[in-house]
């Protein structure tokens, strides 16, 4: 190896092949990780690469390969949990791979807005898009899209002639209230998310036929927004059933919440009423958010796998880029049921 040159200008490619003594050829091999590089010569080149601190001229890629590994993201409601993570996710799963993920956000996902969002994205050389649309208004808006370059949704249910990823939401709710129900309840309540968004739809399905399956009967569900406000509210409706029902025998022994903030709603409101969880009433959310294990009690709920959502939505799409496929795959990441203490197993009272 040579002596490495005392350069005040930002290092090139052409530097880095003279101080590691081999070609301009060698060197963009190591830097595309192409297999036919000794392991000796690519330690070489990538110490001397540290050494000068040399970057990548991402422009100049650009024009030499037609790539500009530059991928876009459509995000909706980043203010919840669950989109702010699997967006999240999905930027993790591009850096992996060597691209940059530029997202455009978006309150409400109508047709003008998508549209605008993928004319934005495609102005930046975008090469493909991930777009991260729950709610049912957004499928329909992105279905009628012209889309100029490969789409991979995520969330956004299997009913589009779109390649796919999402997580199995109805055989996570199956998950809870199965649990449920084995540890002694006859039945299970539910608080429901929002009726235009995919996720809840698919928990309240999964929640019910989890029910019928087991012969138990199917409450009435109630319904909130996400929010914890929202969950306060139908946990106050819920303990005034329960506290209403001499003995406490009517089944509202168990509650499955659609989502971890709801259910810290439902849980403050049975503690002002005086219903004690989960020795009168077991609840359990869904999303497993990080402050879920320090709710008062820890909450049971289950957890979304948000890097997997995004490495196998990245994964899909390049496939698309890249030409490996063009088939409208679906893929489904499952779930994890996490018990913690708000759904103790209930003591079934002795006969007198």
């Not at 914890?228 to 106050?236: E, K, L, N």
């Not at 969880?277 to 709710?295: K, L, S, W, Y």
């Not at 049971?300 to 490996?324: K, N, P, V, Y």
């Amino acid at each position: 190896m040579t002596q490495l040159p005392d350069v005040a200008r930002a290092p090139t490619m052409a530097d880095v092949a003279r101080a590691a003594d081999v070609s301009h050829q060698t060197v963009s091999r190591v830097l595309s990780g192409h297999p036919n590089v000794s392991a000796k010569t690519r330690a070489a080149v990538t110490q001397v690469i540290e050494q000068l601190g040399y970057r990548r001229n991402s422009a100049a890629r650009a024009l030499a390969t037609r790539r500009t590994h530059t991928l876009g993201v459509i995000a909706v409601n980043t203010t919840l949990h669950g989109p702010a993570s699997t967006l999240s996710g999905v930027q993790e799963a591009a850096r992996e791979r060597g691209y940059l993920a530029s997202a455009v956000t978006l309150r409400m996902a109508n047709q003008a807005a998508l549209t605008e969002a993928m004319q934005h994205l495609t102005t930046w050389g975008v090469e493909g898009v991930i777009a991260i649309t729950p709610q049912r208004d957004a499928v329909k808006a992105l279905a009628a899209l012209d889309t100029p370059c490969p789409v991979v949704t995520v969330e956004g249910g299997h009913t589009l002639d779109l390649p796919g990823v999402s997580l199995d939401q109805n055989l996570g709710a199956r998950m809870i209230t199965e649990h449920l129900l084995a540890t002694g309840h006859s039945t299970v309540w539910h608080v429901a998310g929002p009726q235009d968004w995919l996720e809840s739809e698919a928990r309240t399905a999964g929640w019910e036929s989890a029910l019928r399956d087991a012969g138990a009967t199917v409450p009435p569900p109630l319904r909130g927004d996400w929010s914890p406000m929202s969950g306060y509210r139908a946990g106050q409706q819920l303990a005034g059933h329960v506290l209403a029902s001499p003995g406490r025998g009517d089944g509202l022994t168990a509650v499955f919440v659609a989502n971890d903030q709801m259910a810290l709603g439902v849980l403050r409101a049975f503690r002002e009423a005086g219903v004690q969880t989960p020795t009168d009433v077991a609840v359990a959310g869904f999303d497993d958010i990080p402050e879920a294990e320090f709710f008062p009690p820890p909450l049971t709920t289950i957890r979304q796998d948000f890097t997997s959502l995004g490495r196998s939505s990245i994964a899909l799409l390049l496939d698309h880029i890249e030409g490996r496929t063009t088939e409208s795959t679906h893929l489904t990441v499952a779930p994890e049921l996490i018990v913690r203490a708000s759904t103790a197993r209930r003591n079934t009272p002795r006969a007198e």
